[in-house]
């Protein structure tokens, strides 16, 4: 069993930056990879970026490649997803998630765990 506590969120303006963070629990962090979505309201959840078990391969949804950058320490257990030049746009709840594959996924059927959400807020 994986846990997964995303903390870092907050209420910035925009042009404003906020890093999130992924703390996993237990000993197999270094075996698979995390994805980062995210939920406005009275939307989908959306993929925003993933990063594989190593950390070499990162991808990002076209939305906020350039602004957000995605990392993992392991040593930390975590994994970082740094946001900047917010927009009012990104406002959103964000969920970290464990993938099933090792090297991360755009796809919400490649990921078993889930954390609880950390929302941003974003304004104009």
């Known amino acids: 069993q994986v846990q997964l506590v995303e903390s870092g969120g907050g209420s910035v303006q925009a042009g404003g930056s906020l890093r999130l963070s992924c703390r996993a629990s237990g000993r197999t962090f270094r075996s698979y990879g995390i994805g980062w979505f995210r939920q406005a309201p009275g939307k989908e959840r959306m993929f925003v970026a993933t990063i594989s078990s190593s950390g070499s391969s990162t991808y990002y949804a076209d939305s906020v490649k350039g602004r957000f950058t995605i990392s993992r320490d392991t040593a930390k257990n975590t994994v970082y997803l740094q946001m900047n030049s917010l927009k009012p746009e990104d406002t959103a709840v964000y969920y970290c998630?464990?993938?099933?594959?090792?090297?991360?996924?755009?796809?919400?059927?490649?990921?078993?765990?889930w954390g609880q959400g950390t929302q941003v807020t974003v304004s104009s």
């Open positions: 998630a464990k993938d099933t594959r090792g090297y991360g996924s755009t796809q919400f059927l490649h990921y078993d765990y």
